[in-house]
Each structure stands twice: as C-alpha cells, then as structure tokens.
C-alpha cells in the first residue's frame, strides 16, 4: 500500500462565482476559505495550493448578525508613531465592502506564503458584475 502524493501537474483548477446577496458574512467566509484551499477535493493536501479561483459578487448585500457593524473595527498602522487607524464595519461597508470580504476570508487562510499565495486567486465586486466571463465561471451554491 502507498501513500498518492499530489504534483503541482495534477492540480485542476475551476473558477466559481458566489453570489453574496444576502448571505451572513462568516458563513460566506468559511466556505469560500475551503474553496481556496481546495478542501473538498479528493487530492487536497495541506501543504499545497490545490484550490480554485473564487469571484465573490454583490459584496455590498452581505449581512452581519449582532451588532457587529458598529462594534467591529479593523485597525492599520501607517508604520509611523502615531500612525494607528481604525475603522469601524459599518463605515468600512460604505466605503469598501470588497474589503470587509476579503478580510473575512484572509482571516481563514494559513498565516504563511501558502495564505497569502491562496488569497491572489480571490476576486471580489461590491455589484453584480464581474469581468471574468471569459473564465467561463461556475455558480456555486452556499450551503448556509
């Protein structure tokens, strides 16, 4: 008996589309994470980036449960003394919510090269439209 390791030249890759309209934005995250990282492939290996490319539209329409729109706050430093910003989720959503996504998703990657490399294959769009049509992109439904 042996153990199949998977090649990078075994690695078949898919694009999907996720609509977000509607949807709670952790349980968006966490799928579309697995989706990056290929976790429901049959070759999935954890030290390997066997996952798709995954388009994520209607970012704007995402919901939050609680009172996280107002509690939640993202933080960057310039690098500077003094340079801290803050925002919070609510004003973020009107100026950015692609980014309230793709931070939703960042934060479920691997903390490494891997992550990051994982990360490039996510695309996301505050509308409906998307100019992937050339990728042939599939629909892929929420299980949540």
Do not use: C, W
């Not at 919070?88 to 490399?117: F, H, I, Q, Y």
């Amino acid at each position: 008996m042996s153990t199949h390791i998977t090649k990078a030249s075994e690695i078949e890759r898919k694009h999907y589309v996720v609509d977000a309209e509607g949807k709670i934005l952790g349980r968006l995250s966490t799928e579309v994470a697995g989706l990056l990282r290929g976790k429901g492939k049959v070759n999935y290996s954890p030290h390997l980036d066997t996952g798709d490319f995954v388009i994520v539209v209607n970012a704007a329409k995402i919901e939050v449960t609680g009172s996280k729109l107002d509690q939640k706050t993202y933080f960057r430093h310039s690098g500077h003394p003094g340079g801290a910003k803050f925002k919070t989720m609510r004003r973020l959503m009107d100026e950015r919510p692609d980014e309230v996504v793709r931070r939703a998703v960042r934060g479920m990657l691997p903390k490494n090269k891997l992550g990051r490399k994982m990360l490039k294959k996510l695309r996301v769009y505050a509308g409906p439209e998307h100019p992937h049509t050339a990728q042939q992109p599939e629909t892929y439904e929420l299980k949540g």
